[in-house]
């Protein structure tokens, strides 16, 4: 759940673009290591390098971009992994993944500059899917779900159930 959150849109863009740029850094660094030092395939070694930057970037979201969110246990953190992964991730893993390899083997666009492309499309739904759903409104749809989890075998709620409004 958000608690107190007074932090702007804007600013809050400012910090997940920040998060992003460390998660791109890394993100390359894997890619041109996993190609050029270990012989992987482009395809290959984009889905890793993204699923790196993806977790790096889900650690940071919760320390700095999204500080405020409070997951209650837990459920609610691994839920909301879950939704970073299969909403950001999935579209970084195989926007990134396809626009890369489509961009070096089709367009013979260099790998790291086909790749800066993929990032930059990708990353403007995933902030706005982080934004609306995985740190703000996971919290709230989580809790539809967490009140009945925490439910003792006696019928009452655990002091982490959140009631609904």
Partial sequence: MIVGSNVSRAARFGRFNLVGIGGF?????LLHLLVRR???????????AVEGAVLHNFAWHVCYTWREWRPRGAAMFLRALLLFQVGNGLISLLGNT???TCLVQRLQVPLLAANVVSVVLCSLLNFALGDRLVFTGSARVMSLHSAEEN??????SSPYAETQS
């Fill in 98 to 100: 396809l626009l890369t």
């Fill in 25 to 29: 850094v890394l993100q390359l660094m």
């Fill in 151 to 156: 439910r003792n075998v006696g019928g009452e």
């Fill in 38 to 48: 270990c012989g992987f395939p482009v395809a290959v070694a984009t889905a890793l």
